[in-house]
């Protein structure tokens, strides 16, 4: 049987959606349930550990949207079957934006 896991958003998610259009919200939501909740440490095309520590200590990355353009990056926690969701970003080219700001991989 596969482990549920509880998703945890950090409190500055609330701050990185405020630089993304409302109408993408549910988007959001949805894949995050659908690709975290069962097996979130499965690699999949567009679900990978990251090569380092990524931005915020994330472990893994998710892209999803039109063009893959939204990346959520988390770490989970197995002791207490828990993902934690620690930025949500759009991929502008090359550039990661998170809450209105460019960051480094």
Do not use: C
Not at 67 to 78: Q, T
Request: cysteine-free; proline content about 5%.
């Amino acid at each position: 049987m596969k482990h549920r896991f509880d998703i945890i958003y950090a409190p500055q998610i609330k701050q990185h959606l405020k630089t993304i259009q409302r109408k993408y919200y549910s988007l959001i939501r949805k894949t995050i349930e659908e690709q975290l909740q069962s097996e979130p440490d499965t690699e999949t095309t567009n679900r990978k550990p990251m090569k380092y520590p990524g931005v915020y200590d994330a472990e893994w990355e998710i892209r999803f949207g039109p063009d893959n353009r939204f990346r959520v990056l988390y770490e989970i926690n197995r002791e207490y079957n828990e993902v934690h969701i620690l930025a949500i970003g759009m991929k502008q080219r090359n550039q990661l934006i998170i809450a209105g700001k460019e960051v480094r991989q």
